[in-house]
């Protein structure tokens, strides 16, 4: 069959992602057939491992694809995306990389005549001697990396456990015994820039340090973010978007340290304090709170539940979005519908809908529920009550809070999010409202600056909500949403200046943003003088403990394995039982990733990657927010890369209790041995030979 390069071009990514192993082996099979894969053949007989990844991570974390990939696009795997998600510890790894992927786009440019193939192909043999030194850099990945290339660099064979464990173990007792030692994403050396980044500080008037010269990553950054709020809003707008293909603002940043860089880079704010009138707050006092006033968040938000209904909605897989059959629609039953003039809209072209489906999943009144290969959208019994038990002015507070605190751009599939949370972008955006009028988009150019900051479909909440009054127009043929001017309204005004004080005076910290399970009830204190109607607010969701048995199929490729684990055993528990259903060595790092029912991503590492989150050796099956048929990733070797599939098929209840025979003592004895009792699992099932852990290497293409 005749390779066809187009074919994830025509697909949704949802539809693409399942497909993409097969396509990577075809590219590949095209590759080895022409002129120039012969040619590269001939000096490297093995080889294919740096083609299939870079087609693989530029579509999974990039959405780029080999027909449109720009040099830009390139430049951003290269520099970014392979640094940061490739963790490898040998050197000899990356040898052949760029002769492999020069070759590729040669054979790209010959046989395709892509636009951009010469200029990739040109691009990555002038990194030939960089990139080596990018994937070994730990600036350029997370924790883990850089704790496997601090071990490394003492010294210490960091691909076995016995490695792992010594280099732990010298790092602890120096954090006890000797001088302070700086964490793991310490004062660095400066590399060399990348282009962009050179770019953009010129534009801003900024030097970049010296090669070699030390730097503190964060330091830099609120430079970096500084000298952008000291433009004006609609040129720090314009230039933000302009960045937004490119570097991931928190890629060089450990997760830990991105709730202190948020707060620190939101007290750079050139304006700290907003004056709040009298009038304003008795404008507040004087505002009902209905279905309709001051907006119609509540009515379009009820009509978001009852539209996914006691039986709930298909979604798709991957981002778990509203399919495209039901978007016009839903559109047509909210109170303002939205006109587009797209072929082939997704839930994120109707930006209304894509704001209230983010408020589904904060709120956690929907939860996902994965049966087979099929993905729904089902109303969680629990918090639909509670909602529905809620005054109008409590429901409106309840979503404001959710929206303002709890929502993250990650929820509605986007993984560049930085560290701002959606009150954060909304608030000081706020800020270009204060001294005009409104704000006007003569063309669609000048509306795209809303993509990233603070999100269309923040513009779309904030309508709802009774904030502003949008104007919009007949959109373009191919386009969609025609935004012609954005008005703050006076309640929303005294509303978000309110808020915007309260986050300053909190120093822009609110409970539930580091811990989402705590209640809402966050911003009662500072809106209740004005709304005493709000008395009560939406529950938030909770997993229970379900210390039954756990069947889980975990899959790598075509092979599979049906595990059976107690709920009373860890993650480490688990991570033992699948590696030794594959018969691999127990001598690398690891880490589990799975999705909260609100749509976050939680990962669980290995106790010795010391990262300071959630590790394996602590976080008990029971406990997984898991519904039967979710999936979570297992990776298993920071350096190959093992990555398996574990699929919650079922949970057992646990086995009825004996009736308690004899005297007192005796039951005393049969609870201590149960509390010790090491937690059980089983293979029940093996389907396929696993491959070898250390293969020889020596495949033919």
Known sequence: MTFDIYLLEKLDYDDAEPLLDDYINDALQAFVQSKAGQAHIKLHPQGGNWIGTFIEMAYLYGEYILPKMTKGNAQEVMEYILPRKLTLVNPQNVEGAIDELVAFWTFLDEVYRFRSA???????????????????????????????????????????????????????????????????????????????????????????????????????????????????????????????????????????????????LLHNSPRQVIPFSDAQATLLRDQSITTTEPGTILRDFQTMVDFIGSEGVAVSGKRQHLPLKLLGE???????????????????????????????????????????????????????????????????????????????????????????????????????????????????????????????????????????????????????????????????????????????????????????????????????????????????????????????????????RRIAISGEATLADLSAWILNSVDFDHDHLDQFTYKTPTGRTVEVVHPYADTGDLTTDTVKIGSLPLSEGSTMEYLFDFGDCWQFSVQLETVEPPPEPEPEKGFQRVKQKKRRQSRTHKPSGEILEVHGKAPEQYPAYDEEW
């Open 330 to 560: 839903l559109n047509q039953q909210l109170s303002n519908p939205i006109a587009i003039a797209l072929k082939r809209p997704q839930q994120k072209s109707y930006p209304n809908i894509h704001g209230l489906y983010l408020l589904l999943r904060a709120t956690g009144i929907v939860n996902v529920v994965v049966k087979g290969k099929q993905s729904r959208l089902i109303i969680n019994a629990a918090i639909h009550d509670s909602w529905q038990q809620l005054n109008p002015a409590a429901q409106y507070f309840s979503l404001l809070e959710a929206w303002f605190i709890r929502s993250h751009p990650e929820m509605l599939g986007e993984e560049r999010s930085g560290p701002f949370t959606m009150g954060d972008r909304c608030l000081k955006s706020w800020l270009d409202f204060i001294p005009k009028p409104a704000l006007t988009f003569a063309n669609y150019n000048e509306q795209e600056q809303l993509i990233y900051w603070p999100g269309i479909y923040n513009i779309a909440l904030m309508e709802m909500f009774g904030l502003v009054q949008i104007t919009s127009s007949r959109p373009t043929q191919g386009k969609g949403w025609r935004i012609k001017r954005v008005e703050a309204l006076p309640f929303g005004n005294a509303l978000m200046t309110c808020l915007y004080n309260a986050n300053f005076e909190n120093q822009y910290q609110w409970p539930g943003i580091t811990d989402p399970t705590l209640p809402l009830g966050d911003f009662q204190p500072v809106l209740q003088p004005y709304f005493p109607d709000w008395q009560q607010s939406l529950v938030v969701p909770k997993s229970p403990f379900r210390s039954g048995r756990h069947i889980f199929k975990v899959s790598l490729g075509k092979v599979w």
């Open 118 to 264: 010469k200029a990739i192909a040109k691009y990555l043999r002038s990194i030939e001697d960089q990139f080596p030194q990018w994937m070994f850099d730990p600036n350029r990945g997370g924790i883990a990396k850089q704790f496997l290339m601090e071990g490394t660099e003492a010294g210490f064979d960091m691909t076995t456990e016995a490695g792992i464990q010594a280099f732990q173990a010298e790092y602890n007792q120096s954090l006890q015994t000797g001088p302070p030692r700086a964490p793991l994403a310490p004062v660095v050396p400066m590399t060399t820039p990348p282009p962009d980044m050179q770019a953009a500080f010129a534009r801003l008037g900024l030097d970049l340090p010296q090669e070699g010269q030390p730097i503190n990553l964060m330091s830099l950054m609120e430079q970096f973010l500084g000298a952008v709020e000291q433009l004006e809003p609609e040129a720090a707008e314009q230039f933000l978007e302009s960045l937004t293909t490119g570097i991931d603002p928190s890629a060089s940043l450990p997760t830990e340290d991105l709730s202190d860089l948020r707060a620190s």
